[in-house]
């Protein structure tokens, strides 16, 4: 992130002795990215972070892929794979099914209901989109409130759990990567602030603002981990509950970032898919389409082009609004449409011709953009339309 903050009781000099009233010492804690050579934060804890009493395997949720062949489009109704989600015990971590992966990013859906376990990624960052309901996203930085739209941004080995409050089923697009995610780095001066032109800035990110405490021993921690084989789950038992940090200080920490706050870009002309981005990632993008007004060339037509992305494979997924280039496909709110590489994509029939004079788009979706092939989970071929990759030849 490159932006520094500060919260709770942290030493005026980092390396040196911090102790609480009574004289007791506290631990520091580097947790930083890329060999001690980019962003990091010192945790001060009140016991040993390291000090576990049992290691033993954890089933993680299923990552499974088969490639998209024979190649075409494809439609998934993702609110489909929970559709009793108000009366299931699924929580955020344990019951995301895989939808879409390749060795970059991993894209999961979920609809949860209860406290999740504590949970550390440690293959990558995770970006975890709020579709509907709200939450509580304890970390080891602190509490941070989730709500409808809010991207929840969780730095690899963040040590933290959800917790669904209200009465309504937190639906959530997970977006997994294996290294690690951030503004795209042409919104950022070389310091690292961003710029006049980047479509948010640091007072649309909220990272928590005090520490949480929790007692504890024995404490079980799922951990998501890299083998030679490929991804593993381990279950971690800690001497000492991970939240008894007291404070910490650095430029990497978890946040959020709602999709209301992203300013649209617009032209006279119709834009590309760039001008949306958020977040980039190792091998791919992530973008938000959002109300706007479109278009204003006197002969501009409004919806995409049709095109060729030689070198992409495009993930939408629509959650809210009416998305105007594809009407008459069966889209709807909860729908992800995959457009691989190698095949042309645009509008549904007849919707180019009704962009045309449009000047306003109330759309809502969000868009991930993969440099290599994506191959498709168990959760795809769960909820497929069938008939979506004929819908321009009706």
């Known amino acids: 992130m490159a932006h520094y903050r500060r919260v709770g009781d942290v030493p005026p000099k980092r390396h040196t002795q911090h102790r609480d009233a009574s004289g007791t010492l506290y631990y520091e804690e580097l947790m930083g990215e890329e060999g001690f050579?980019?962003?990091?934060?010192?945790?001060?804890?009140?016991?040993?972070?390291?000090?576990?009493?049992?290691?033993?395997?954890?089933?993680?949720?299923?990552?499974?892929?088969?490639?998209?062949?024979?190649?075409?489009?494809?439609?998934?109704?993702?609110?489909?794979?929970?559709?009793?989600?108000?009366?299931?015990?699924?929580?955020?971590?344990?019951?995301?099914?895989?939808?879409?992966?390749?060795?970059?990013?991993?894209?999961?859906?979920?609809?949860?209901?209860?406290?999740?376990?504590?949970?550390?990624?440690?293959?990558?960052?995770?970006?975890?989109?709020?579709?509907?309901?709200?939450?509580?996203?304890?970390?080891?930085?602190?509490?941070?409130?989730?709500?409808?739209?809010?991207?929840?941004?969780?730095?690899?080995?963040?040590?933290?759990?959800?917790?669904?409050?209200?009465?309504?089923?937190?639906?959530?697009?997970?977006?997994?990567?294996?290294?690690?995610?951030?503004?795209?780095?042409?919104?950022?001066?070389?310091?690292?602030?961003?710029?006049e032109s980047a479509p948010y800035c640091e007072r649309d990110l909220h990272a928590p603002n005090a520490v949480v405490q929790h007692e504890g021993a024995d404490v079980e921690v799922l951990v998501k981990h890299r083998t030679s084989a490929g991804l593993a789950g381990t279950r971690l038992t800690y001497a000492a509950h991970p939240f008894d940090v007291v404070g910490w200080d650095g430029c990497l920490y978890p946040y959020t970032f709602n999709i209301r706050d992203f300013e649209p870009l617009t032209g006279r002309v119709h834009q590309p898919p760039p001008v949306h981005q958020v977040f980039e990632g190792p091998n791919f993008v992530v973008c938000s389409f959002v109300p706007r007004k479109v278009d204003y060339h006197p002969l501009a037509i409004p919806v995409p082009y049709y095109h060729s992305n030689v070198d992409s494979d495009e993930v939408m997924v629509y959650v809210g609004g009416d998305y105007e280039a594809r009407k008459g496909s069966g889209i709807a709110q909860g729908s992800l449409s995959l457009h691989p590489g190698g095949h042309p994509h645009g509008p549904q029939p007849g919707a180019y011709e009704r962009g045309i004079g449009v000047e306003f788009f109330d759309e809502l979706a969000v868009m991930v953009d993969t440099f290599r092939p994506l191959e498709l989970g168990e959760a795809a071929t769960a909820c497929e339309d069938p008939s979506y990759a004929w819908s321009w030849s009706r």
């Not at 962003?39 to 049992?54: G, K, V």
């Open 37 to 195: 050579s980019s962003d990091a934060s010192l945790l001060y804890h009140r016991s040993l972070p390291s000090a576990i009493t049992d290691s033993r395997v954890w089933e993680a949720p299923e990552a499974r892929t088969v490639p998209n062949h024979p190649l075409k489009p494809r439609h998934l109704r993702l609110h489909d794979l929970f559709p009793e989600a108000a009366h299931a015990r699924t929580d955020v971590v344990t019951g995301r099914r895989l939808v879409l992966g390749n060795a970059d990013v991993r894209l999961s859906y979920v609809a949860g209901t209860a406290p999740s376990p504590l949970y550390r990624n440690a293959t990558g960052d995770e970006v975890v989109y709020v579709e509907s309901g709200t939450a509580t996203v304890e970390t080891v930085f602190g509490a941070l409130p989730a709500e409808q739209g809010d991207y929840v941004v969780l730095p690899a080995s963040t040590t933290h759990r959800w917790v669904p409050t209200g009465d309504r089923p937190l639906r959530a697009y997970v977006i997994e990567a294996s290294g690690h995610i951030a503004p795209p780095k042409r919104y950022l001066s070389r310091y690292g602030q961003f710029l």
